[in-house]
């Protein structure tokens, strides 16, 4: 098995937009790279790319699977409490830890309300904990902080950094304090 996920000569294009073009980039296993850039710089698309969400028009891409994301839209059913956007994907009979894992993240008291009535800080916390209880060897985090306040966003960062030990993390962020607080590599990708 590769050591590295892999982009091997990667050309993008959204229509006439170019966004990778004959990029190669390695990312190490079992840490925590941290892909930064200038906006349209194609850090997205790097990650849509590893989920096999988009096709490179030319190159190629090695992965690894299973895998779990944070995206940048919250994508929350809000109807549902916290608790039941967790048991989607847990399937049920582990609420005690869905609770505790909740709690560590600061709304282990607001589990059993809907999540439409919940800030959008809150509902990232969700977000996030969705992210952390799916199987995984591969978490990918896309502006994983947004809506966060300082004291949040370190606790948080705590969570999961916790939570993702000896795994393989790939995060996408404008913010250097954020790459610091999960102890990331960075890697700083070109604008075209």
Avoid at 15 to 21: C, E, F, K, S
Avoid at 134 to 146: G, I, M, Q, R
Wanted: net charge negative; glycine share 8%; hydrophobic share 45%.
């Amino acid at each position: 098995m590769s050591k590295h996920l892999h982009f091997h000569h990667v050309t993008k294009r959204f229509g006439a937009q170019t966004v990778l073009l004959d990029f190669s980039l390695e990312l190490p296993l079992s840490c925590v790279s941290c892909l930064m850039g200038p906006s349209g710089s194609g850090k997205t698309t790097l990650l849509n790319l590893l989920m096999g969400l988009v096709q490179p028009d030319s190159g190629s891409v090695q992965t690894i699977h299973p895998q779990s994301a944070v995206f940048q839209e919250d994508r929350l059913l809000p109807q549902l409490s916290a608790l039941g956007n967790l048991r989607l994907i847990t399937g049920g009979g582990k609420d005690a830890e869905l609770l505790h894992l909740l709690a560590e993240l600061g709304i282990g008291e607001e589990g059993h309300k809907p999540v439409r009535d919940f800030s959008g800080g809150m509902q990232r916390r969700v977000v996030i904990a969705r992210a952390l209880i799916a199987e995984y060897e591969l978490l990918l985090l896309d502006e994983p902080f947004k809506g966060l306040d300082a004291d949040t966003r370190a606790r948080t960062a705590e969570v999961i950094r916790r939570a993702s030990q000896g795994k393989t993390v790939v995060m996408v962020t404008h913010d250097p304090t954020e790459a610091a607080l999960l102890n990331a590599q960075v890697f700083w990708l070109p604008a075209i």
